[in-house]
């Protein structure tokens, strides 16, 4: 059983959880499950809200997936190369299909907090990344896969659920913006602003797998709405909505 099961299985896709998001885990039967700290290459993290586990489960008609449940940052102190350790591990376990989840702030005035986004394109601010050193000058113009994102707002309109689609900014945090930081995201054309997702999302296009992203808004950025910002806040939104990314999921995966 675990990671031995895994790799036996090679499961082809999986889905790395954001924060808040471990309740994804309960719309799939458990098969067998691993603590990161006994994969090699796999770290472990360190942010309330992260466990690190990676679950092996079955979808809709018996699928495979291999959920991680738990990420790193770059602003624990990692480079963008150390984040992204967890994609490499999963294409060494065979996984050629990502989902990438977070939680992010909402930029865009036409969306909702609460409402799931369709990560359409990203822009990376955090001034690393995890190709650094490595091999060099990858093409990232379809980062997502416009046909896998297509499937998703399928499913997401025969759920009656109001898919939003836009661009993910990621900053480096561990503070959250300022109210100008938030203005100027906004004038460079984002709709959501997170502090993970682009170093994976990156290393995995670096390795071929196909890539989605789906952030849950989980809270007005800076200045946009009338309370502080808190990641306990955070994780409790992100929890309560992950039932329906958790539906959408199993649907498309
Ligand atoms: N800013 C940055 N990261 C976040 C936010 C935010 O408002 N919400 C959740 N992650």
């Known amino acids: 059983m675990s990671l031995a099961h895994i790799q036996e299985v090679r499961p082809d896709t999986a ?10 885990l309960d719309a799939f039967e458990a098969e067998t ?40 940052h770059c602003y624990e102190g990692l480079s ?28 865009n005035p036409g969306f909702a907090v609460g409402d799931l986004m369709l990560i359409g394109d990203h822009l990376n601010l955090l001034g690393d990344s995890p190709l650094r050193g490595g091999p060099h000058f990858h093409d990232m113009s379809e ?41 100027m995201l906004r004038v460079l054309g984002a709709d959501a602003v997170g502090m993970s997702t682009v170093p994976e999302a990156i290393q995995a296009r670096a390795l071929g797998m196909r890539v989605a992203g789906l952030s849950m808004l989980t809270n007005w950025a800076a200045g946009l709405g009338s309370s502080e910002l808190h990641h306990d806040e955070v994780v409790s939104v992100g929890g309560a909505a992950s039932g329906r990314l958790a539906l959408l999921l199993r649907a498309v995966l």
């Open 143 to 183: 980062v997502y896969d416009a046909g896998w994102r297509q499937a998703f707002q399928a499913a997401a309109e025969s759920q009656g659920l109001n898919l939003r689609e836009g661009v993910y900014a990621a900053v480096l945090g561990p503070q959250y913006e300022t109210p100008a930081e938030v203005r």
């Open 15 to 24: 889905v790395i959880l954001g924060s808040g998001l471990g309740g994804v």
């Open 33 to 72: 499950q691993v603590s990161y700290a006994a994969v090699p290459g796999m770290s472990t993290a360190t942010v309330p809200g992260h466990t690190g586990r990676l679950v092996l489960a079955r979808g809709e008609a018996g699928r495979r997936v291999l959920l991680a449940q738990g990420r790193r």
């Open 80 to 107: 963008a190369f150390g984040v992204a350790a967890s994609v490499r591990v999963l294409h060494e376990l065979g996984v050629r299909r990502i989902v990438l989840t977070n939680a992010a702030g909402c930029l």
